[in-house]
C-alpha cells in the first residue's frame, strides 16, 4: 500500500483560490490511480476529482467541474488539487487517496481506493 500525506488546506474567503497537495510514498506512484474526496459535516464522503496513472485522464464531479483542476507529478510522487472560485459550499475535509484499479477515475467508487491519507481542512468562509 501507499503511505498518503495531504497538505495545503486553511481558511479562505469566498473566490479565492487555494492548492492542495497529497505526497506519496513507495516506488510505485505511477501506477496507481489517484483521486480527491471530501466530506464535509454530517455528509457522506463524495468524490471530487481523480486521474489516471499518466495524468491523461481526469474524472471531476459536476460541482467543482470548470473550478478545480487535478494533476500529478510522477518524478516528484504528488498529485495536486487546484482550487479556484471557492465557495462555501466547497468546505469539507479534503482526502486523498490510491487506487490500483486502473479505471477507478472512471467510476470514483470509494471502495476502489485502498489508500487514504487523513484529510486536510478546507473552509471557506462567505
Known amino acids: 500500500q501507499v503511505q498518503l500525506v495531504e497538505s495545503g488546506g486553511g481558511l479562505v474567503q469566498a473566490g479565492d483560490s487555494l492548492t492542495l497537495s497529497c505526497a506519496a510514498s513507495g516506488r510505485t506512484f505511477n501506477s496507481y490511480t489517484m483521486g480527491w474526496f471530501r466530506q464535509a459535516p454530517g455528509k457522506e464522503r463524495e468524490a471530487v476529482a481523480s486521474?489516471?496513472?499518466?495524468?491523461?485522464?481526469?474524472y471531476y464531479a459536476e460541482s467543482v467541474k470548470g473550478r478545480f483542476t487535478i494533476s500529478r507529478d510522477n518524478a516528484k510522487n504528488t498529485v495536486y488539487l487546484q482550487m479556484n472560485s471557492l465557495k462555501p459550499e466547497d468546505t469539507a475535509v479534503y482526502y486523498c487517496?490510491?487506487?490500483?484499479?486502473?479505471?477507478?477515475?472512471?467510476?470514483?467508487?470509494?471502495?476502489?481506493?485502498?489508500?487514504w491519507g487523513q484529510g486536510t481542512q478546507v473552509t471557506v468562509s462567505s
Open positions: 487517496a490510491a487506487s490500483r484499479n486502473t479505471v477507478a477515475h472512471l467510476l470514483m467508487r470509494l471502495g476502489d481506493f485502498g489508500s
Open positions: 486521474i489516471n496513472w499518466s495524468g491523461g485522464s481526469t
